[in-house]
C-alpha cells in the first residue's frame, strides 16, 4: 500500500479514536462534574458512581490508544504535541489520576469527610480535563506557533499563555458543557427515579448553553479556519443532532437523546480533524509552513505493520467493549444500591457510626421506590 494512502488511513483512525474517546469518556466526566449537583445523599451519589463502575477505566482506553497510536504512526506530531503542550497534558494527567484513585478509594471508609474529599477530587478530576482537552483542540485546529529545527525536526516556540486564546477558551468551555450534558442524559438513561427526572431537567438546562456554545465555536472554527466546504457536512449534521438530542430528552426519550447526543460529538470532532486535514499542527502564521501527516509520519514499513496489527485486533477490542456495555445495560435504582453507607476497612466502631448515619439519613430522605 502507497505511503500516501497509509498517511491517510492513519490520520482517520487517531480520529476515530478521539471520537471514541469523547462519546464514551464525555458522559463520564459529565456524571463526575455533577455527582455532588445530582446526588443529594449518599444512596444517591452510590448510585451515580454505580453507572459509571463497570465502564470508566475501559472508556479511557481510547485515549490510551490514540496517544500510542500517534506516537507510532506520526512520531514527530506526538514529540510536539507533547512537549509545546506539556503543562495543559500535565495537569490532564494529573486529574486522570487523582480522579482514579477516587473511584477506587471513596469506598473503603465511611467517614463523610473522606468522602466528601474523593467526592471533590473526582469532580476536579471531571472537570479539568473536560475543559482542557476543548482548549487543546481549540489551539491545533487554529494554528500553533511551530517552526522545524535544523535536522528535520519540529519545535513549538510559544508558551503556555499562547494557548490561552479567546477561541480556544471558547473550544474548553464548549467541551465542558457538552460533556455535562452528554453525562446528565446519561444519568437520566441509566438511572430511576429521583435521579432520572433530576437528570432530565439539568440536560435541558445545559444543553442549550452547550447549543450556544456550539455554534460560536464550530461556526469560528469553520469560517476562520477551514478552507474545504465539505466540512460544512459534520457541523450541519452536529447541529441537527443537538437539537434533535434536546428535543427527545425534552419527551423524556432517553435513549433516543443520548444517541443524538453521542452522534453530536462524533460529528464535531470529525469536523475538528476534517478542518485540520491534511495538517497536524498547523503553523499560526499560515504563510509559514505547518506540520503534515507527510512530514510527521513514520516510514512505509512501520505504518504496514501497524495496519495489519489494527486489522487484527480493534474488532476484538469493540466486541469486548460492547459486550460490556450490553452486560451492564439496566437501570440503577438509588433502592438497589446494598449499605451505600459502610465503608469495606471500618472498624466497628466507625461501622456502627456508619450504620446510625444511615437510619437517619434514611429517615429525612427515604428512597423512592425503583422504576
Given at each position: 500500500?502507497?505511503?500516501?494512502?497509509?498517511?491517510?488511513?492513519?490520520?482517520?483512525?487517531?480520529a476515530?479514536?478521539w471520537?471514541?474517546?469523547f462519546v464514551?469518556?464525555?458522559?463520564?466526566?459529565?456524571?463526575?462534574?455533577?455527582?455532588?449537583?445530582l446526588?443529594?445523599?449518599?444512596?444517591?451519589?452510590?448510585?451515580?458512581l454505580t453507572?459509571?463502575?463497570?465502564?470508566?477505566?475501559?472508556?479511557e482506553?481510547?485515549?490510551?490508544?490514540?496517544?500510542?497510536?500517534?506516537?507510532?504512526?506520526?512520531p514527530e506530531?506526538?514529540?510536539?504535541?507533547?512537549?509545546?503542550?506539556?503543562?495543559p497534558?500535565l495537569?490532564i494527567?494529573?486529574?486522570?489520576?487523582l480522579?482514579g484513585?477516587?473511584?477506587?478509594?471513596?469506598?473503603?471508609r465511611?467517614?463523610?469527610?473522606?468522602?466528601?474529599?474523593f467526592?471533590a477530587?473526582?469532580?476536579?478530576g471531571s472537570?479539568v480535563?473536560a475543559?482542557?482537552?476543548?482548549?487543546?483542540?481549540?489551539?491545533?485546529?487554529?494554528?500553533?506557533a511551530?517552526?522545524?529545527?535544523?535536522q528535520?525536526?519540529?519545535?513549538?516556540?510559544g508558551?503556555?499563555?499562547?494557548?490561552?486564546n479567546?477561541?480556544s477558551?471558547i473550544?474548553?468551555?464548549?467541551?465542558?458543557?457538552?460533556?455535562?450534558?452528554?453525562?446528565?442524559?446519561?444519568?437520566a438513561?441509566k438511572?430511576g427515579?429521583?435521579?432520572?427526572?433530576?437528570?432530565?431537567?439539568?440536560?435541558?438546562?445545559i444543553?442549550?448553553?452547550?447549543?450556544?456554545?456550539?455554534?460560536?465555536?464550530?461556526?469560528?472554527?469553520?469560517?476562520?479556519?477551514?478552507e474545504?466546504?465539505w466540512?460544512?457536512?459534520p457541523?450541519?449534521?452536529?447541529?441537527?443532532?443537538?437539537?434533535?438530542?434536546?428535543a427527545m430528552?425534552?419527551?423524556?426519550?432517553?435513549?433516543?437523546?443520548f444517541?443524538?447526543s453521542?452522534v453530536?460529538?462524533?460529528?464535531?470532532?470529525?469536523?475538528?480533524?476534517?478542518?485540520?486535514?491534511?495538517y497536524?499542527?498547523?503553523?499560526i502564521?499560515?504563510?509559514?509552513?505547518?506540520m503534515?501527516?507527510?512530514?510527521a509520519?513514520?516510514s512505509?514499513?512501520?505504518?504496514?505493520?501497524?495496519?495489519w496489527?489494527?486489522?487484527?485486533?480493534?474488532?476484538i477490542?469493540l466486541?469486548?467493549q460492547?459486550?460490556?456495555?450490553?452486560?451492564?445495560?439496566?437501570?440503577?435504582?438509588?433502592?438497589d444500591?446494598v449499605?451505600?453507607?459502610?465503608?469495606?476497612?471500618d472498624?466497628?466502631?466507625?461501622?456502627?457510626?456508619?450504620?446510625?448515619r444511615?437510619?437517619?439519613d434514611?429517615?429525612?430522605?427515604?428512597p423512592?421506590?425503583?422504576g
Amino acid at each position: 500500500m502507497p505511503l500516501e494512502t497509509l498517511q491517510i488511513i492513519w490520520f482517520g483512525l487517531i480520529a476515530v479514536l478521539w471520537i471514541g474517546y469523547f462519546v464514551l469518556e464525555g458522559f463520564d466526566y459529565g456524571v463526575g462534574i455533577l455527582l455532588p449537583v445530582l446526588g443529594k445523599n449518599e444512596r444517591e451519589r452510590r448510585a451515580l458512581l454505580t453507572t459509571l463502575g463497570p465502564v470508566w477505566d475501559g472508556n479511557e482506553v481510547w485515549l490510551l490508544t490514540a496517544g500510542g497510536a500517534t506516537f507510532a504512526a506520526f512520531p514527530e506530531w506526538y514529540a510536539t504535541l507533547f512537549s509545546g503542550f506539556y503543562l495543559p497534558l500535565l495537569l490532564i494527567l494529573v486529574a486522570l489520576i487523582l480522579r482514579g484513585v477516587s473511584f477506587e478509594y471513596r469506598s473503603k471508609r465511611s467517614d463523610p469527610t473522606w468522602r466528601k474529599r474523593f467526592d471533590a477530587m473526582i469532580v476536579v478530576g471531571s472537570f479539568v480535563p473536560a475543559l482542557l482537552w476543548g482548549v487543546a483542540f481549540g489551539n491545533l485546529v487554529r494554528g500553533v506557533a511551530v517552526s522545524q529545527d535544523g535536522q528535520g525536526g519540529w519545535l513549538y516556540t510559544g508558551g503556555f499563555f499562547d494557548l490561552l486564546n479567546p477561541y480556544s477558551l471558547i473550544g474548553g468551555l464548549t467541551t465542558l458543557t457538552l460533556f455535562l450534558t452528554h453525562g446528565a442524559v446519561f444519568v437520566a438513561l441509566k438511572t430511576g427515579s429521583p435521579l432520572r427526572e433530576r437528570a432530565n431537567k439539568l440536560a435541558s438546562q445545559i444543553g442549550v448553553v452547550a447549543a450556544v456554545l456550539a455554534v460560536v465555536f464550530l461556526l469560528w472554527s469553520q469560517l476562520a479556519f477551514s478552507e474545504k466546504t465539505w466540512t460544512w457536512i459534520p457541523v450541519i449534521i452536529a447541529a441537527g443532532c443537538w437539537v434533535a438530542g434536546l428535543a427527545m430528552n425534552f419527551r423524556k426519550r432517553e435513549g433516543w437523546a443520548f444517541t443524538f447526543s453521542a452522534v453530536t460529538l462524533a460529528a464535531a470532532v470529525a469536523s475538528l480533524f476534517g478542518m485540520l486535514y491534511p495538517y497536524v499542527m498547523p503553523n499560526i502564521e499560515r504563510a509559514l509552513p505547518g506540520m503534515t501527516i507527510q512530514n510527521a509520519s513514520s516510514s512505509e514499513y512501520t505504518l504496514t505493520i501497524m495496519t495489519w496489527v489494527a486489522v487484527i485486533l480493534t474488532p476484538i477490542v469493540l466486541v469486548y467493549q460492547a459486550w460490556t456495555y450490553w452486560v451492564f445495560r439496566k437501570r440503577v435504582n438509588p433502592s438497589d444500591i446494598v449499605d451505600p453507607y459502610a465503608g469495606s476497612l471500618d472498624t466497628p466502631a466507625e461501622a456502627a457510626e456508619a450504620a446510625a448515619r444511615a437510619a437517619k439519613d434514611e429517615a429525612l430522605s427515604p428512597p423512592a421506590p425503583a422504576g
